[in-house]
């Protein structure tokens, strides 16, 4: 499944640099991430201070 950031989000821009597929973009109030983009590596998720990036559950 792909990641999700939530609105704990504070825009700090730590996750951008570290996506390999360039799948993170800084959206209108948070970081988005592009759901066909992103390979699901937990990179972001990783780096993010806030634990604002999880996996995205169906």
């Not at 704990?8 to 948070?30: H, L, M, N, R, Y």
Request: aromatic share 4%; glycine share 8%.
């Amino acid at each position: 499944m792909p990641r999700f950031i939530g609105n704990e989000c504070v825009s700090c821009g730590t996750c951008e640099p570290e996506c390999p597929v360039s799948a993170i973009s800084k959206g209108t109030d948070t970081y988005v991430i592009a759901q066909d983009e992103c390979i699901n590596c937990g990179s972001c998720e990783a780096v993010c201070p806030v634990g604002a990036i999880t996996e995205i559950e169906e």
